[in-house]
C-alpha cells in the first residue's frame, strides 16, 4: 500500500470550468493528463496544481523581492498536499531576440567562451571578450547584431519638397509641425522654402550627415540645452538601433536594407576574436556547426586544460541531440525556433540536472514533432523521471500518452460540458473504457483511397531559404494538400517560398503559429467583432445610444469601473481582488442592466454560449458572425470568455474561425501551420471535415501537418528531408497517401499503418 505522502492530492478545485476536482497523483512518476480540447486539462494542471506551487515558492522570498518575481493567479482550489516545486516547460515560441541564440538560450556559448578563453590561440581576451553581446567582442559595424540596416535616405526624404513641405520627412513626427521637425526647422540652418535638392554640398552635408553640435548664435526658438544632429545619424541613434525601431517596424523597415554584416560575415564578433583558434576554427565557425558535429568536434579535444570544460558542453549538446534537434546550430537565432524547439531545449537543458524531488510541467511535448522524434521525446521525458522527479504532462499524442504510469482523463466535452475528471488508471484501462479519449485511442482511421484530382498546379521553382536545396515542386490546386516531414525538414520554408511566388501573396490566408495577441480583455465576441452589433441591437430596442452598453465607457459601474472587481494594492504584496459588491461582478451600472433585448440584459447576453446566441438570434448579423465559431468547433465558448483562459487548440481554431469570416466563396489558398497543434483525436475529425467542406466550395488548402490522422484524410502529400536542418530541405516523396504509405523513400509513410 503506498502511504499519502506518495502523491500529490489536490482537493476541490474549482478553476475556469474545473467543477470541484479531486485527484491523486503519484509521486516519482509520469502522469499524462489527457481530454478534448477546452475539457480543463491546463486549467488542472497549469492553472491549478503549476501555479500553487509557485505561489508557494514565491512566499519563500522576502516581500521586497516578491514585487520582481512572475505573478501567478491566486487558483481556486480547496487545497494541495504533498506539492513539490514545479518546473513548467511550456511549449510557448521564446521571443523574438536579435541578441539571443540556441548557444545562449542552452548556456552552451558560455561554456564555449571559457573554452576559448583558456586554451584558443593566440590568446586575445578572458571569457567575457568572446561574447558578441561584449564590446570587447562584438563586431563594431553590426553591434553584435551579425546584420546591418541601412537607411536608404532616398525612401525618407522627399528631395523635390521643402522642409515647409508636407511628409517631406516620411516618419513619426518628422512632419510640418512635428516635434523631431523642429529640431530642423528651428536650427536657423536652412532655408525652409527650399527644396532639399537644391542645397549646396555643405548644406546637405548638415542636413544629413552632421554629429551631434552645439550651435553658434542660434535662434531665439532654439532650446538651450539642444544639440543639433543630422538626419542620418540621428536615425541610427534614437530610432533604427533602439527600441523605437522594433515598435514601428511597419513604418521603418520598407526604408531599411537588411543583409548580412561584410565586416564580421554574419558571425557577430570582430575579427580580433576570430583570429583565436582551437585545431584550426574559431568560436563562430564552431557555433556555425550543426550540434551533432559540434559534439563531434569537442569529443577531439585532448587539451587537459580544457578536460572540464569538454566534459561539460559534450553532456549539453548529447542531450540536445538526443531529444532531436542535432539539426540546430548553436548561432541559429531563438527567435526563428518554433514552440516545439524551444520546449525541447528546455527539456533537453534539465536532462543533466542535479534537482531532484520535483515536479516537472510539460504542455503538449509532442507539438510540432514528427512521429520519427516522438520515440526521442519518450526517452528524454523518462531520463526525467529516473532523476526521482514526477512529470506531469498535458497530452493528445498516442505515443506520449503510452508511456504514462498513470492517466487522467478531463472531460466528457469542452468549456461548460466539461471539467470533470472521467477517468483514472493505466493506458490499457483507458482503451478499454468508454471514456471518448479511450475510443479515439484504440480505433484507427483508414487512409484516404478516393482523392480529389487538381483542378491545376503552381510551379514553385529554385527555392533556397533557410536549409531547402533549390526545391522544384508541382504544388496542387483545388485539394487538400499536406507538406509533411521531420520537425526541420524546411516545411514552412517551403510554404513561405510559396506565399511569396503566388502572384497575389496577399490574399493567401496563412493562419500561423503565432499568438493571436490575447489580453484580458479580449474576449470571442470582441475578436470576432459581435460586441458592437449587440450593443447596436441594445440601443436601437432601448432607443438610447450604443456606447452606453460598453463597461469600459460609459455603462460601467461608477464603483469599479467596469473591472468586476475592487483591487486593493499591497505595495510589495500581491494585490488583493475582490468582487465588486454594487454591480455582483457584472461590470455594468445598475441603469444599463435596467435596459433588455428578449428580456435578457447585456451582461446576461454576453454570458450566453456562441451556439445559444446563434440560437436566440438567428438570421441576425450577430448569428451570421458567430458561425465561423461554431464550423470551428467552439460554439461552447461565451461571448465574454476571457481568451487569456483558452488552451493552445482553442486559440489555434479562433484564429481559423476569424479567417473564415473574409473567406471568399471559392479560389481562396488557405495555408495552416499544424492546425492539430494542441487538438483531441474528436477535435481533429471535425477540423478535418471542416477543410473537406472548404474543398468541396473551391478552395486549395496546404497543411504543414505532422499528425498522422490528418495527413492521412489528405488529397495529396508532398514530403520534406530526409533529416532536419542540414540533412533536410530535399523534396523525399510527392503522391497520394496509400502511395505515401507504399514509399520506401518516405519517412512519414512508414507510420501510418501504426496510429
Known amino acids: 500500500m503506498v502511504q499519502s505522502g506518495g502523491f500529490i492530492v489536490v482537493h476541490d478545485a474549482t478553476e475556469n470550468n474545473l467543477k470541484h476536482v479531486s485527484v491523486k497523483i503519484p509521486k516519482g512518476k509520469i502522469t499524462v493528463v489527457t481530454g478534448v480540447s477546452g475539457s480543463g486539462k491546463s486549467s488542472l494542471v497549469l492553472d491549478t496544481i503549476a501555479a500553487k506551487s509557485r505561489r508557494e515558492l514565491n512566499d519563500t522570498f522576502p516581500s521586497f523581492t516578491q514585487q520582481y518575481l512572475p505573478k501567478y493567479g491566486r487558483p481556486h482550489v480547496g487545497a494541495i498536499e504533498n506539492l513539490p516545486i514545479a518546473i513548467v516547460i511550456e511549449q510557448r515560441k521564446p521571443t523574438s531576440n536579435s541578441r539571443s541564440t540556441v548557444g545562449t538560450y542552452t548556456d552552451i556559448y558560455a561554456l564555449l567562451r571559457l573554452l576559448f578563453s583558456r586554451v584558443g590561440q593566440p590568446f586575445v581576451g578572458y571569457s567575457d571578450a568572446f561574447s558578441f553581446n561584449h564590446p570587447a567582442g562584438s563586431c563594431p559595424r553590426c ?31 518628422f512632419h510640418k509641425g512635428g516635434w523631431r521637425w523642429i529640431r530642423y526647422a528651428h536650427s536657423g540652418l536652412f532655408d525652409l522654402d527650399k527644396k532639399i535638392k537644391d542645397y549646396t554640398p555643405e548644406e546637405l552635408e548638415l542636413f544629413l550627415h552632421s554629429p551631434q553640435v552645439r550651435l553658434k548664435n542660434p535662434p531665439a526658438n532654439w532650446p538651450k540645452t539642444a544639440k543639433y544632429e543630422g538626419l542620418i545619424p540621428r536615425m541610427y541613434r534614437s530610432i533604427i538601433n533602439s527600441e523605437e525601431g522594433l515598435l514601428h517596424a511597419a513604418v521603418l523597415n520598407p526604408m531599411l536594407t537588411m543583409g548580412r554584416c561584410p565586416d564580421c560575415g554574419g558571425t557577430r564578433l570582430n575579427e580580433k576574436i576570430r583570429s583565436c583558434r582551437i585545431k584550426g576554427l574559431n568560436i563562430a565557425e564552431v557555433t556555425a556547426m550543426s550540434i551533432s558535429d559540434c559534439r563531434r568536434w569537442m569529443e577531439t579535444l585532448e587539451d587537459p586544460l580544457a578536460e572540464d570544460i569538454v566534459r561539460a558542453t559534450t553532456e549539453r549538446l548529447a542531450a540536445l541531440e538526443e531529444i532531436g534537434l542535432g539539426y540546430l546550430t548553436l548561432d541559429r537565432a531563438v527567435g526563428t525556433l518554433s514552440g516545439g524547439e524551444a520546449q525541447r531545449c528546455k527539456i533537453a537543458k534539465y536532462i543533466n540536472s542535479p534537482l531532484s524531488d520535483v515536479m516537472y510541467v510539460l504542455d503538449e511535448p509532442s507539438a510540432g514533432l514528427h512521429n520519427h522524434d516522438i520515440l526521442l521525446m519518450q526517452k528524454s521525458v523518462q531520463k526525467l523521471k529516473n532523476h526521482g522527479n514526477t512529470v506531469v504532462i498535458v497530452e493528445h499524442h498516442k ?101 511569396k511566388a503566388w502572384p497575389r501573396c496577399e490574399e493567401i490566408v496563412y493562419i500561423s503559429q503565432k499568438n493571436i495577441g490575447i489580453s484580458l480583455r479580449s474576449t470571442p465576441a470582441t475578436y470576432l467583432d459581435v460586441s458592437d452589433d449587440i450593443r447596436k441591437l441594445f440601443a436601437r430596442t432601448n432607443k438610447t445610444k450604443a456606447d452606453l452598453f460598453s463597461f469600459n465607457g460609459k455603462g460601467g459601474c461608477p464603483v469599479c469601473q467596469g473591472k468586476g472587481v475592487i483591487v486593493n494594492d499591497m505595495a510589495f504584496m500581491d494585490a488583493i481582488e475582490t468582487t465588486c459588491e454594487a454591480c455582483g461582478g457584472l461590470r455594468y451600472s445598475e441603469e444599463v442592466l435596467s435596459y433588455k433585448v428578449k428580456g435578457m440584459n447585456i451582461a446576461e447576453v454576453m454570458d450566453l454560449t456562441a451556439n445559444k446566441a446563434a440560437e436566440i438570434f438567428a438570421g441576425s448579423v450577430i448569428a451570421e458572425k458567430l458561425e465561423p465559431l461554431r464550423r470551428v468547433g467552439l460554439g461552447y465558448l461565451h461571448l465574454n470568455q476571457s481568451l487569456s483562459t483558452l488552451s493552445g487548440g482553442e486559440l489555434q481554431r479562433i484564429k481559423l474561425a476569424y479567417s473564415l469570416r473574409e473567406m471568399p466563396a471559392t479560389g481562396g489558398v488557405f495555408v495552416m501551420d499544424e492546425p492539430s497543434d494542441g487538438l483531441h483525436a474528436g477535435d481533429i475529425k471535425r477540423i478535418t471535415d471542416l477543410f473537406d467542406a472548404m474543398v468541396d466550395a473551391g478552395h486549395s488548402i496546404f497543411l504543414i501537418e505532422h499528425n498522422i490522422e490528418m495527413l492521412k484524410a489528405c488529397d495529396y502529400l508532398v514530403e520534406l528531408g530526409p533529416g532536419g536542418g542540414a540533412m533536410g530541405g530535399k523534396v523525399i516523396f510527392e503522391g497520394t497517401p496509400k502511395a505515401m504509405a507504399e514509399s520506401a523513400d518516405s519517412v512519414t509513410g512508414a507510420y501510418f499503418g501504426r496510429e
Open 399 to 499: 505515443e506520449i500518452i503510452k508511456i504514462a504510469d498513470h492517466i487522467i482523463d478531463m472531460g466528457p466535452g469542452a468549456g461548460m460540458n466539461g471539467g470533470e475528471v472521467v477517468f483514472e488508471g493505466s493506458y490499457e484501462e483507458l482503451l478499454r473504457s468508454r471514456t471518448l479519449t479511450g475510443a479515439m485511442l484504440g480505433a484507427t482511421s483508414d487512409i484516404k483511397e478516393h482523392v480529389r484530382t487538381p483542378k491545376g498546379h503552381f510551379r514553385l521553382e529554385g527555392a533556397t531559404l533557410h536549409n531547402l536545396k533549390g526545391v522544384t515542386v508541382e504544388l496542387p490546386l483545388g485539394v487538400m494538400c499536406g507538406i509533411a516531414g521531420v520537425a526541420g525538414s524546411g516545411k514552412s520554408s517551403l510554404m513561405e517560398c510559396f506565399r
Open 143 to 173: 553591434d553584435g547584431l551579425g546584420e546591418i540596416r541601412e537607411l536608404d535616405i532616398h525612401k525618407l526624404v522627399d528631395f523635390d519638397k521643402s522642409l515647409n513641405d508636407e511628409d517631406t520627412i516620411h516618419y513619426i513626427a
